[in-house]
């Protein structure tokens, strides 16, 4: 986070998020509770935003059995590391929250909630009247980003994020469900707000283009590209680097779109300038 490179806070979510999703199937509990103390940790640090951190929430509690013992680990983990920072952010989601897991919570019988599970919901409440009490040797912290960070890390590790809180943030990876960032095929800028998944089809004009014998790129010509290459003719697009960037940013249908298609392009060297004479 501390290279203010979105990209690196995006490659390490996804990653966590992978390793979170699989401890959860496992049902690892020790993992869980590692890596979502981690994950809060990225929170108190504005490495992500905290909607996305609600959409984690909600995923949870809305997935199959989540009352298990690694869901409410989960819950619980994060809410005990960012639960009160979570509240001053919004508040009205935080509500929705509380009401919603507590809404489930009461469809179950007295013998479906473990002893885990009360406490969870204990802590859902305590963070929703903003106190937050000792639970098992982890004492509550703050609200305050920068306090509520330093409690959570380690004492040589906090000194780190001091005075950089407010560059991370610029940086900060939000506005994606949490369903995007556990995939593990996201290709280009996929964790900007609005961008177009990659789709897996290899045809056509969606089909990530390859590089010929000469080290030039051409790109599969579907009915539409048919056209484009037309035009791109009479524009006096010459070389084959030259219509192929032409058809990327002429078939995209939004400016990330088109960066995306010129990234799997792969140009090197002075192909790259053709972007701009283009």
């Known amino acids: 986070a501390l290279t203010e ?6 490659t390490f979510l996804s990653l966590l998020g992978r390793q979170l999703e699989a401890s959860l199937i496992a049902k690892d509990t020790l993992a869980c509770s590692n890596l979502v103390r981690v994950l809060g940790c990225l929170y108190l640090s504005k490495a992500i935003k905290p909607d996305l951190v609600f959409d984690v929430l909600n995923a949870w509690t809305d997935a199959a059995g989540a009352f ?44 479906q909630l473990t002893t885990r599970a009360r406490v969870m919901l204990d802590l859902v409440v305590d963070v929703k009247n903003n106190r937050m009490k000792d639970r098992n040797g982890m004492l509550a ?17 906090a000194p780190w994020f001091r005075g950089s809180i407010s560059k ?35 045809h056509g004009s969606n089909k990530i283009p390859q590089e010929n014998e000469q080290g030039t790129h ?54 790259e300038r053709e972007i701009v004479r283009v």
Do not use: C
């Open 5 to 10: 490179s979105p990209e690196v806070i995006a």
């Open 68 to 111: 298990t013992d690694e869901h409410v680990v989960s819950i619980a983990g994060l809410l005990t590391v960012a639960g009160l920072a979570l509240r001053k952010a919004d508040p009205t989601r935080m509500k929705d929250f509380v009401v919603d897991i507590h809404e489930k919570a009461s469809r179950m019988t007295g013998d």
């Open 141 to 157: 912290i703050s609200a305050n980003s920068s306090a509520t960070l330093a409690n959570a890390l380690p004492p040589n590790v």
């Open 168 to 202: 991370i943030e610029a940086v900060a990876i939000g506005g994606i469900p949490w369903a995007k960032v556990v995939r593990g095929d996201n290709k280009g800028f996929w964790w900007l707000q609005g961008a177009r998944d990659v789709p897996k089809t290899s």
């Open 218 to 271: 051409y790109d599969a010509v579907g009915a539409d590209n048919a056209q484009l290459l037309k035009l791109a003719r009479k524009l006096r697009m010459s070389t084959d680097t030259r219509r192929a960037i032409f058809l990327a940013v002429m078939s995209s249908e939004d400016a990330v779109d088109a960066a995306e298609k010129l990234l799997r392009l792969n140009l090197k060297g002075s192909q």
